[in-house]
Every structure is written in structure tokens, then in C-alpha cells.
């Protein structure tokens, strides 16, 4: 998925009260943001943009996303990848 495809993905559904469409949201950031350091980064600046959203949903999306995504876990591993010959 591409950066545009996760800020498509947030834009349509990250206020969506619905239990299950604000999991799938927010699981969608969290594995999409590790994948690489620059999807990391789309999916952080996504998670900053959601954030200021009005619904409880959109904050709880964008906490809980964030979270993960800037731990010392993630970093580290993203700090170990090998370069991909994909662009991704």
C-alpha cells in the first residue's frame, strides 16, 4: 500500500464509531507503518493528522497507532531492516 493509500484509508473511515472499522483502521497504520521508514513515517504523519480530528474514534485511532509505531520496538527494528530492492 502506498502513502496515498493509507491517507485514503484514514480519510474514509478513521471517525467510523463502529468497533470493528476503528480496529481495522487503526490495525491497517500499525502494520503498514512497519514495513519500512518511509511508510513509518507516511503513517505517523497520517496518525497527526487524524489526531486532530473532532471524534472520539479518529483519537483513539490516532493514540493508539502512534503508539506502537513510535516505540523503541518498532524503531529498533525498522533501524535493523535491510534495504529492500522494492520501493515501497
Known amino acids: 500500500m502506498s502513502r496515498l493509500g493509507i491517507t485514503r484509508v484514514s480519510k474514509k473511515a478513521h471517525d467510523d464509531e463502529r468497533s470493528f472499522v ?3 483502521v487503526n490495525w491497517a497504520l500499525r502494520q503498514i507503518g512497519k514495513r519500512n521508514k518511509a511508510l513509518n ?4 504523519k497520517t496518525c497527526g493528522k ?4 473532532d ?3 479518529a483519537k483513539w485511532v490516532a ?3 502512534l503508539r506502537e509505531l513510535t516505540s523503541s520496538p518498532v524503531k529498533k527494528k525498522l533501524a535493523n531492516m ?7
Not at 41 to 44: R, T, V, Y
Open 50 to 53: 487524524i489526531k486532530d480530528s
Open 82 to 88: 535491510k534495504p529492500s530492492r522494492f520501493k515501497g
Open 63 to 65: 493514540a493508539d497507532a
Open 55 to 57: 471524534s472520539r474514534s
Open 22 to 24: 476503528k480496529k481495522a
Open 41 to 44: 513515517a507516511a503513517a505517523i
